[in-house]
């Protein structure tokens, strides 16, 4: 388990404040992180083309700024 900074937290609470205020608490937050990180590293495992995909759309937003 990975552990989270303060700032990371909060930033996850600032969107779930916005979009799901009801699970906006830093316990919430934390396990969402976590299993953002699990969700990623099994999808880098078992469908890296879709990571890559995530890259493309990532770096097709930053070129349009």
Same mark, same amino acid.
């Given at each position: 388990m990975k552990s989270y900074t303060e700032d990371d937290i909060d930033g @996850? %609470?600032?969107? %779930? &404040?916005? *979009?799901?205020?009801?699970?906006a608490n830093p316990d919430y937050c934390e396990a969402l992180l976590e299993y953002w990180d699990l969700?990623? &590293?099994h999808m880098a495992l078992n469908n890296p083309?879709? @990571? !890559?995909?995530i890259y493309e759309a *990532? !770096?097709? +937003? &930053?070129? &349009? +700024?």
């Open positions: @996850v %609470m600032r969107y %779930m &404040k916005i *979009f799901h205020p009801e699970k969700t990623l &590293k083309e879709d @990571v !890559e995909k *990532f !770096e097709a +937003s &930053k070129n &349009k +700024s």
